[in-house]
């Protein structure tokens, strides 16, 4: 069965960096577009970021653009969110989701149970 487990989240200082994980299994992760999703205490589902397949080209939301790198290894089935310049407003659970588009949180599948960035000083 389609599992996605993040790892890496924590506790960071504003202006510091983390580095979220995500592994996959049960599906043929190179077919597929990945992405990260996230949702802040209190909010809705946001977008952050969406890699290709081959890793060719990556999209993200314009809050993080320039801070956050989404990167993944298709030998070891894994999705990376290296996030720099953190700022309190992206303390949220985020999430690692399968999906055939990007940007697209409806066409998203399969989703992890979340990892835990928190934003604080």
């Known amino acids: 069965q389609v599992q996605l487990v993040e790892s890496g989240g924590g506790l960071a200082q504003p202006g510091g960096s983390l580095r979220v994980s995500c592994a996959a299994s049960g599906f043929i992760f190179s077919n597929y577009v990945m992405n990260w999703v996230r949702q802040a205490p209190g909010k809705g589902l946001e977008w952050v970021s969406s890699i290709y397949s081959d890793g060719s080209d990556s999209y993200y939301t314009g809050s993080v653009k320039g801070r956050f790198t989404i990167s993944r290894d298709n030998a070891k089935n894994t999705v990376y969110l290296q996030m720099n310049s953190l700022k309190p407003e992206d303390t949220a659970l985020y999430y690692c989701?399968?999906?055939?588009?990007?940007?697209?949180?409806?066409?998203?599948?399969?989703w992890g149970k979340g990892t835990l960035v928190t934003v604080a000083s």
């Open positions: 989701a399968k999906g055939i588009f990007p940007f697209n949180i409806a066409s998203m599948d399969y």
